[in-house]
C-alpha cells in the first residue's frame, strides 16, 4: 500500500514555532526533573498554541457514554458522521482543551464532527482505563444511530496509539469495527525498540528515551508482561480486517519508525494503509495547522484519502 517520504528541501520559517516550544518544554523539564503531574499537565495544556483557531468551527462540552467529551462542529458539517478523537500526552497529559482547534481543523477538512476524549489518565487510572473510555464512547455512538462505517478513530501520539488500540478493543467485544481510522505520530512500541529512537535524537528536539520510560512506568505500572499486550503495544497485534490506516509523522522525530512498522504490519495483513513522512519535520506536526503550510497540506492529503475511501 502506498508509503511517502516528502522531501522537503526548505521547511517554512512557520513550521519552527512547534520545533521552538517543544525546546522551551524540554528546557523545563530538565531544569525541574522532579516536576509534579500537575505541572506536567499546566505544561502540555499549552500544545494547542501552534494550531490557529479554525474558522467556522463551534464547540460544545458534553458526556458521551459517560465520558467527558468535547464536541467540534465545523458549519455545515454531517454531524451523521464522527470522528472520535484521543488526545497525545503519553497517556497521562494532553486533553480535550489542548487539542480541540486541531480536531476542529481535522474535522472541517473531512466534512465531518468530532468528538474529543476528556479520557481518564494515568497514573491515577491505568491502562486499560483509557481503552475502556474510546469503547464506552464508540457504543454510545453506535447506540444514537450513528453508523460504524461513519465514524472513524484519530489520535496523535500516545492518543495514535489509542485510535489504533481502540478498534482492536471494539474487535475484543465484538463490534462492528469503524470506518477508517488516522493516526498522528503514534506511539506504539512500550518495548523501545524503535531504530529512530538513535539514530533521531539528535533532530528530536522533544521526545526522549527517558521521557517515554516515565510515560510507560505511569501507563502500565512494572508489569513487564503488558509492554507486549497487544492493547498497550499495537505493534504485537494482529491487523487482518483491521479499517483502511493513514498514518504520518515527521522526519526528524525519534518515533518514526514506530509509524514506519504499523504500516508494515498493516500492509502485510492486506490493510489499505497510507504513511505519509514529511521530512524534517518534528513530532504531530499537525498541530501547525492553520499557521505552517506542512500541516495544512497534510491535512488536505489525509482529506483527500478519506474522501477516496
Given at each position: 500500500?502506498?508509503?511517502?517520504?516528502?522531501?522537503?528541501?526548505?521547511?517554512?520559517?512557520?513550521?519552527?514555532?512547534?520545533?521552538?516550544?517543544?525546546?522551551?518544554?524540554?528546557?523545563?523539564?530538565?531544569?525541574?526533573?522532579?516536576?509534579?503531574?500537575?505541572?506536567?499537565?499546566?505544561?502540555?495544556?499549552?500544545?494547542?498554541?501552534?494550531?490557529?483557531?479554525?474558522?467556522?468551527?463551534?464547540?460544545?462540552?458534553?458526556?458521551?457514554?459517560?465520558?467527558?467529551?468535547?464536541?467540534?462542529?465545523?458549519?455545515?458539517?454531517?454531524?451523521t458522521k464522527v470522528l472520535i478523537y484521543t488526545h497525545g500526552g503519553g497517556f497521562?497529559?494532553?486533553?480535550?482543551?489542548?487539542?480541540?482547534?486541531?480536531?476542529?481543523?481535522?474535522?472541517?477538512?473531512?466534512?465531518?464532527?468530532?468528538?474529543?476524549?476528556?479520557?481518564?489518565?494515568?497514573?491515577?487510572?491505568?491502562?486499560?482505563?483509557?481503552?475502556?473510555?474510546?469503547?464506552?464512547?464508540?457504543?454510545?455512538?453506535?447506540?444514537?444511530?450513528?453508523?460504524?462505517?461513519?465514524?472513524?478513530?484519530?489520535?496523535?501520539?500516545?492518543?495514535?496509539?489509542?485510535?489504533?488500540?481502540?478498534?482492536?478493543?471494539?474487535?475484543?467485544?465484538?463490534?462492528?469495527?469503524?470506518?477508517?481510522?488516522?493516526?498522528?505520530?503514534?506511539?506504539?512500541?512500550?518495548?523501545?525498540?524503535?531504530?529512530?529512537?538513535?539514530?533521531?535524537?539528535?533532530?528530536?528536539?522533544?521526545?526522549?528515551?527517558?521521557?517515554?520510560?516515565?510515560?510507560?512506568?505511569m501507563f502500565i505500572g512494572d508489569d513487564s508482561t503488558k509492554v507486549r499486550d497487544?492493547?498497550?503495544?499495537?505493534?504485537?497485534?494482529?491487523?487482518?480486517?483491521?479499517?483502511?490506516?493513514?498514518?504520518?509523522?515527521?522526519?526528524?522525530?525519534?518515533?518514526?519508525?514506530?509509524?514506519?512498522?504499523?504500516?508494515?504490519?498493516?500492509?502485510?495483513?492486506?490493510?489499505?494503509?497510507?504513511?505519509?513522512?514529511?521530512?524534517?519535520?518534528?513530532?504531530?506536526?499537525?498541530?501547525?495547522?492553520?499557521?505552517?503550510?506542512?500541516?495544512?497540506?497534510?491535512?488536505?492529503?489525509?482529506?483527500?484519502?478519506?474522501?477516496?475511501?
Open positions: 500500500m502506498k508509503s511517502s517520504e516528502n522531501k522537503t528541501a526548505i521547511l517554512s520559517k512557520e513550521s519552527d514555532y512547534l520545533k521552538e516550544i517543544y525546546q522551551v518544554w524540554s528546557n523545563r523539564m530538565t531544569a525541574n526533573p522532579n516536576m509534579t503531574i500537575e505541572d506536567l499537565r499546566s505544561l502540555f495544556d499549552e500544545w494547542e498554541k501552534p494550531t490557529f483557531e479554525p474558522e467556522d468551527v463551534t464547540y460544545k462540552t458534553d458526556q458521551v457514554g459517560g465520558v467527558d467529551c468535547l464536541w467540534a462542529y465545523p458549519v455545515g458539517c454531517d454531524k497521562a497529559v494532553g486533553s480535550a482543551a489542548s487539542h480541540r482547534k486541531l480536531a476542529g481543523h481535522m474535522a472541517k477538512a473531512l466534512g465531518v464532527s468530532a468528538v474529543v476524549l476528556d479520557y481518564r489518565r494515568a497514573p491515577e487510572n491505568p491502562f486499560p482505563a483509557q481503552l475502556e473510555d474510546a469503547a464506552a464512547v464508540y457504543q454510545a455512538l453506535l447506540a444514537s444511530g450513528i453508523k460504524a462505517k461513519d465514524i472513524g478513530t484519530i489520535g496523535d501520539s500516545a492518543g495514535g496509539n489509542l485510535a489504533v488500540a481502540s478498534v482492536l478493543k471494539f474487535r475484543e467485544l465484538g463490534l462492528e469495527l469503524p470506518g477508517y481510522v488516522i493516526a498522528f505520530s503514534p506511539w506504539l512500541d512500550m518495548e523501545l525498540t524503535g531504530s529512530t529512537l538513535e539514530s533521531n535524537a539528535d533532530t528530536d528536539v522533544f521526545i526522549t528515551v527517558p521521557l517515554l520510560q516515565g510515560m510507560i512506568g497487544p492493547l498497550a503495544n499495537p505493534l504485537h497485534a494482529d491487523f487482518n480486517g483491521f479499517p483502511p490506516l493513514y498514518i504520518n509523522a515527521g522526519g526528524a522525530e525519534v518515533l518514526l519508525d514506530d509509524a514506519r512498522r504499523l504500516h508494515a504490519r498493516a500492509v502485510d495483513a492486506g490493510v489499505q494503509a497510507t504513511l505519509s513522512v514529511v521530512d524534517g519535520m518534528q513530532h504531530v506536526f499537525p498541530f501547525l495547522a492553520g499557521r505552517a503550510p506542512e500541516a495544512n497540506e497534510e491535512i488536505q492529503r489525509i482529506a483527500a484519502w478519506y474522501r477516496a475511501l
